[in-house]
């Protein structure tokens, strides 16, 4: 292999999702730099890769990245192959690696992705909620106030929002996503790939009561939130709109497009459509 840092997704749960090229690298590469050397070690043990007594395992967590970054790129100049894993999923996706990946990218170091497993996209094909268009917002902050601030910031995106959350905090954090977002549409999907996988989805409410009623909820959880709903347009909104268009636009055409915009009834667009270009006064 080239030498460089090589970006390896490993299993979410279940084993049968390494990919033919992640066991190639994790067999071959010179060091394996992970969150926790036990967990990527009892990995490969699984997937019966033995490990080259060349090998090196470093460990590279959120609390020691930083300080790694030079080791690692020194190994990488002097000719090593890395790959950096996660104890699960795809690294820099809430784990570790941005720091060493920016750092080798800033430096022009060979960096190449190994994809695989994540615990995002297969939440959000569970969901049922649309797909067209979403936003990854990771773990909140711990505290209540700061989760609460980031919150309200997504409240008018118009994309189904994606967070990761443990299951000790899960109520907590659904309680609060229904005091900033109202009672949306949503889903908790977890234990993804694993035995007991399960997708819930409903109201908010809906959620909260469920999960009110176990006794213990377990496995690593992601919600899901459907997207903000497009604000209705006001009658001086709609006008404003169609005298824009119509300076560029036929009333055919301008209609079509005011009327995609604003999500009003065609005729209730076409009739205001005609007051302006006849000069009557609006209702």
């Keep these: 292999m080239k030498a460089g840092l090589y970006l390896v ?11 033919l ?3 190639e690298v994790l067999s071959s590469a010179d060091i ?44 990488i100049k002097e000719g090593h192959t890395v790959a950096l894993v996660s104890d ?23 960096v190449t992705p190994v994809p695989g497993a994540n615990a995002l996209l297969p939440a959000l094909q569970l969901s049922g909620l649309p797909s067209d268009r979403f936003l990854f917002n990771g773990f909140l ?15 008018t995106i118009p994309a189904t929002l994606i967070f990761y ?9 659904l309680r609060l996503m229904r005091q900033v977002f109202g009672n949306r549409q949503a889903s908790v999907v977890r234990e993804i790939t694993k035995m007991f996988e399960e997708t819930l989805s409903g109201s908010l409410d809906f959620l909260i009561r469920t999960l009110e009623n176990r006794e213990k909820i377990k496995g690593e959880c992601v919600i899901l939130v459907n997207r903000a709903e497009k ?41 205001k459509a005609l007051e302006i270009k006849d000069g009557t006064p609006s209702d």
């Design 88 to 110: 699960a999923g795809t690294p820099l996706i809430s784990d570790p690696g941005y720091k060493i990946a920016a750092e080798c990218a800033r430096q022009g170091i060979y």
């Design 21 to 23: 090229r992640a066991l």
């Design 32 to 75: 394996i730099a992970c969150e926790d050397t036990r967990t990527t070690k009892q990995l490969l043990r699984l997937l019966e890769i033995k490990a080259q007594t060349e090998q090196k395992f470093i460990s590279c967590h959120n609390f020691n990245e930083e300080e790694k970054v030079s080791l690692l790129i020194e190994k």
């Design 165 to 173: 959350e443990s299951p000790v905090r899960i109520l907590k954090t």
């Design 231 to 271: 604000e209705g347009k006001t009658d001086d909104d709609i006008k404003k709109m169609l005298q824009d268009v119509l300076k560029k636009h036929s009333l055919k055409e301008a209609v079509s497009l005011v009327q995609k915009e604003s999500g009003r009834k065609k005729q209730d667009v076409y009739k």
């Design 141 to 155: 902050p711990a505290k209540q106030q700061a989760a609460e601030e980031e919150l309200k910031s997504l409240t």
């Design 9 to 19: 997704s490993t299993p979410i749960g279940n084993l049968k999702d390494i990919t």
